[in-house]
């Protein structure tokens, strides 16, 4: 069951708990299913009720990519699938090994032949959401006009239907929404990671979905033995419990948990369905 739902965008109407494919591909390092569970594993997502995917073109690893494991398990695409990808700051292939300065990931050409490769790798005419990546590999302090304009360019063109931004601070926020409508906030943010506060508020008040990466990850021994007790008493996981948080954290933010294992991927979407109570919140802080 996957039955709360937030308008990306303000026209994608997507389950709030989604599917971050990453893992699929063991990509940047680290294990991954194989060929057979990989695929079985995005078509059971969507068996329950997930319709909000999220990949890239860069999730690929000896061979294995995330969006031709999508393509091939889901294409022909249910008709509610969104599929959000990124493109910028990453690199990938050759530009790793490049200096900052000379890394093509923001640049025009760059953002182009990101979107392209992701529109050929899904089989799509055009990518519901491309999220714009900031702040890597010595990009810390790159502008983000640039490789806004070019994204809108791209919009235009019939490319894209609508931009997110991903991994930036809250004054870069408020310039991206100067420049473009902005669909969502992707950054690293959990229960023991609250940096972002303000900018999870700043979204909320604004009408834009916010979705956490690393939802799960990093719990300090104190964090952990409070979400230990939460579980215990709803007989539920760890990472159930904190799933669950983020989703009472505010109504705009969407998860979209990773994993290559069948078991973790029902249980973080029946974590959708778990509810804290008071009591439970204030014990977590």
């Not at 990124?86 to 490049?98: N, Q, R, S, W």
């Not at 983020?246 to 249980?267: F, K, N, Q, V, W």
């Not at 008071?278 to 977590?284: C, F, Q, R, V, W």
Request: aromatic share 4%; charged share 25%.
């Amino acid at each position: 069951m996957n039955s709360i739902r937030w308008e990306l965008g303000g026209d994608l109407g997507v389950a709030r708990v989604g599917y971050g494919a990453m893992k699929l591909t063991g990509w940047p390092r680290g294990e991954r299913p194989d060929r057979d569970a990989a695929l079985g594993i995005l078509r059971r997502a969507v068996e329950l009720g997930v319709n909000h995917i999220d990949t890239s073109n860069y999730y690929a690893r000896e061979g294995v990519s995330a969006n031709e494991l999508i393509r091939s398990a889901l294409h022909p695409y249910p008709d509610d699938l969104v599929i959000v990808t990124k493109v910028g700051a990453l690199v990938e292939g050759p530009d790793i090994a490049l200096p900052p300065g000379e890394q093509h990931g923001l640049t025009p050409d760059g953002l182009r032949r990101g979107v392209e490769a992701n529109l050929k790798s899904l089989g799509l005419d055009r990518l519901d959401v491309v999220n714009l990546r900031m702040g890597d590999r010595g990009h810390e302090d790159a502008p983000l006009d640039g490789p806004l304009t070019t994204l809108l360019a791209l919009r235009d063109e019939g490319l894209i239907r609508h931009i997110g931004i991903s991994n930036v601070s809250l004054d870069q926020f408020t310039r991206a929404r100067e420049l473009a409508p902005v669909a969502c906030v992707q950054n690293a943010y959990n229960i023991a990671r609250r940096d972002d506060d303000p900018l999870v508020d700043a979204c909320a008040e604004a009408g834009i979905a916010y979705v956490p990466f690393y939802p799960v990850g990093g719990f300090q021994p104190l964090t952990a033995e409070r979400l230990e007790a939460v579980a215990e008493r709803h007989d539920a996981t760890v990472p159930q419990v904190a799933l669950a948080w983020l989703l009472a954290r505010s109504p705009h933010i969407l998860l979209i948990p990773g994993t290559g294992s069948p078991a973790h991927l029902e249980e973080n979407i029946a974590a959708g369905e778990l509810r804290l109570s008071a009591e439970d919140l204030a014990s977590l802080g």
